[in-house]
């Protein structure tokens, strides 16, 4: 265990995914300033990954984020930390999570607060965040995402709200993933989900989520989630 700079602390990787994540191909691309990295699935298929847009600074897509942030801010898979540092500079008390080592240092270099650790295990002030964040595709973390949500309500304080990223097309995904840095460095094998805005919205739906607003910005889409009701 190591303390960051802004007296954030780095914890050991633990928990769903972090294996995957904690391999060479991520963290190069992350040293590099971009890619390639895919994720692959088993069929071939790739989906290119925006290492770039993540270690840049938060764009006009995440500022219609950030606008709608409200008190204790909880970033879930929050990468190289664009946000958790955009947040931390307005005066918001943030912290971000995430699988991958490398992403997490990278985070508290940029001045944000971030563990290394599954949404899926104990983290601080569970019960009491005022908003969490699901963006560049994270509601696909663990591979299901009616588990995820149900996650991401004990997490929120009575009131609370959830921000979540859809895919920029109708698409509603339960599959087997490996990241790809485009060596042939294959990573090990994790469930991964993708849900486009109407799939997003009606699995939020049918557990129990209501959808307050729904929004499109340079072609991403988002929606702001209420939880079910205790």
Partial sequence: ???????????????????????????????????????????GWLLPLEVERWLADADAADESVLARCRGAVLDIGCGPGRLVAALA????????????????????????????????????????????????????????PAALLARVAELLAPGGRLVAEAAPVEVDERCEVRLDGGRGDLGAPFPWARLGPAALCRTAGAAGWTTARTWRTADRHFAELRPPQA
């Fill in 1 to 43: 265990m190591t303390a960051g700079g802004n007296g954030s602390v780095v914890v050991g990787v633990r928990g769903v995914g972090g294996g995957a994540w904690g391999e060479d191909a991520y963290a190069r691309a992350l040293r590099a300033g971009g890619g390639p990295l895919f994720l692959r699935r088993r069929d």
């Fill in 89 to 144: 500079g307005r005066g918001h008390r943030a912290l971000g999570v995430d699988v991958s080592s490398a992403a997490v240092h990278r985070a508290v270099l940029r001045g944000g607060a971030a563990l290394c650790r599954s949404v899926f295990h104990p983290l601080p002030g569970e019960g009491r965040w005022a908003t969490a964040l699901l963006l560049d595709g994270n509601i696909g973390i663990g591979g299901d």
